[in-house]
């Protein structure tokens, strides 16, 4: 059997859910269905889940949220009105809808939006699940509560529990199609809780994996994932097949094709998924598999994100330090900073991080802590950064691979910050200044994917 979940473009009108649901009814192993909320209808289209969070801060702050309310329920009463649902089906939408966005009286106010923020998911599915009955096929919404997927209670950055999985494969018994809502679980005590944006993919693939599918297929609104971000280069090159490291190096650093954590309970699993395009299901799309066939491509993958600083800490004979680095990440680590690399030399040491986490006041203080309690003699605070990376299982094998690289970056004139080739066989991080992250991206694809473009 196969789980396939569909993405907020693949449902945001009636049209859209015509598609999904002749693509669920073209192969009966697609047994397992999740889905996200309404996404975007065109360009300046907000989503829904935008909508829904818009919303709870309105009415988290005391202010009247009305029309976003009412732009929200228009969403879902146009969808309903094309699909031909009933007023009566309609009706109790509406009501479900309605419940999910009232503040409850002594409940509290901080668990409002992710409630809030659940309703797009969870409204989407009933409404799949019944426009798929009234196409005559036995279809049924699930419940993330009653099927048993249980999360940690961090509110929206829910993590899958082990039992959840256990709970979870008793969907196999039921009868029908499974029609489930993406993004959200529940505490065991009841307590609703979101994934982090983006996050119907994991509850897709902790479905998955739960139910050890054949494969997890992801319907969203392109036919593949490209070697390249495709609002970089025109048609990019097209990834048949990626190993789930090369996809998750990939998905770190921008590919927003697929949730970054949503990897991980396929790749444990070892379930293949396969990224699809709804308004084009007979391409083949992109396979994310344990092993690649061949290796003949060494790179598979050309990335880069920005918004990232770091921190250069340097002292002499720092190397002979006992101690030095767990004291520089355990002030990161009090000031509640994860960190993304730390590359380093004999006497100097490197920390990046995400800009976003790196707020004014914070690093005055970080500075000023690494200064004072580890005596360093230089600590430098360097922003915007970017990582681009070259991704490819095996890449580091092959001769001259970073040679390539540099030097097709150095044609581009693109200064580099830092090299990061030593700790990971499947990338090589270059860092480079954002405003050339964009040229480094277009020399890499230009010397590894040449043959494309002629
Ligand atoms: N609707 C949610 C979001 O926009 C989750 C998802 O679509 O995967 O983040």
Do not use: W
Not at 191 to 218: P, Q, W
Not at 238 to 251: G, H, Q
Not at 259 to 278: D, F, M, R, S, W
Not at 310 to 323: A, C, P, Q, T
């Amino acid at each position: 059997m196969k789980v396939a979940k569909f993405g907020g473009t693949s449902l945001a009108s009636a049209e859209q859910i015509k598609k999904v649901c002749a693509i669920i009814r073209s192969d009966a192993e697609r047994r397992v269905i999740v889905v996200s909320a309404p996404g975007k209808r065109f360009k300046e289209d907000i989503k829904v889940t935008d909508l829904l969070i818009m919303y709870a801060e309105k009415m988290l702050s005391g202010g009247n949220a009305s029309e976003i309310q009412d732009a929200i329920f228009q969403r879902y009463i146009d969808i309903a009105e094309d699909l031909g649902l009933s007023q009566e089906i309609m009706e109790q939408l509406k009501a479900d809808l309605a419940e999910a966005l009232t503040i409850k009286h002594g409940a509290d106010p901080s668990r409002f939006l992710d409630q809030a923020k659940a309703a797009g998911e969870d409204t989407c599915a009933k409404l799949v699940a019944h426009y798929l009955r009234n196409l005559g096929v036995e279809a049924h919404y699930v419940n993330p509560f009653e099927a048993g997927l249980f999360v940690t209670d961090e509110a929206g950055n829910a993590q899958v529990l082990p039992e959840a999985y256990e709970n979870l494969r008793t969907l196999q018994d039921r009868k029908g199609i499974v029609v489930f809502p993406g993004f959200f679980g529940y505490t065991k005590e009841g307590v609703l809780v979101t994934f982090s944006r983006g996050g119907s993919d994991i509850t897709g693939s902790i479905l998955a994996a739960a139910l050890k599918a054949d494969m997890y297929e992801n319907f969203t609104d392109v036919d593949s994932v490209y070697v390249v971000n495709p609002s970089l280069v025109e048609k990019p090159k097209e990834i048949s097949v990626i190993t789930y490291r090369e996809m998750r190096e990939l998905s770190y650093s921008g590919f927003s094709v697929f949730h970054e954590e949503a990897l991980l309970p396929a790749y444990q699993a070892g379930i293949p998924v396969c990224i699809k395009n709804t308004n084009n299901p007979s391409a083949p799309g992109t396979i994310i598999v344990s092993e690649r066939e061949s290796y003949e491509n060494r790179v598979a993958g050309i990335a880069s994100d920005k918004g990232f600083c770091s921190i250069y800490v340097s002292k002499y004979l720092m190397n002979r330090e006992v101690g030095f680095g767990r004291k520089l990440l355990q002030i990161l680590e009090e000031e509640g900073l994860s960190y993304e690399h730390t590359p380093s030399g004999i006497d100097n040491i490197s920390v990046i991080l995400r800009k976003k986490d790196f707020t004014e006041e914070i690093q005055a203080r970080v500075v000023q802590r690494i200064q004072r309690e580890l005596h360093a003699e230089d600590v430098v605070v360097e922003q915007d950064l970017a990582l681009v990376m070259i991704v490819g299982e095996g890449m580091r094998r092959s001769v001259g691979t970073s040679a390539r690289a540099t030097s097709a970056l150095a044609k581009a004139k693109v200064n580099l910050e830092m090299i990061n080739q030593g700790s990971s066989e499947v990338s090589m991080m270059f860092g480079v200044k954002e405003v050339d992250a964009d040229r480094a991206v277009l020399a890499l694809y230009h010397e590894f994917f040449a043959e494309a473009l002629v």
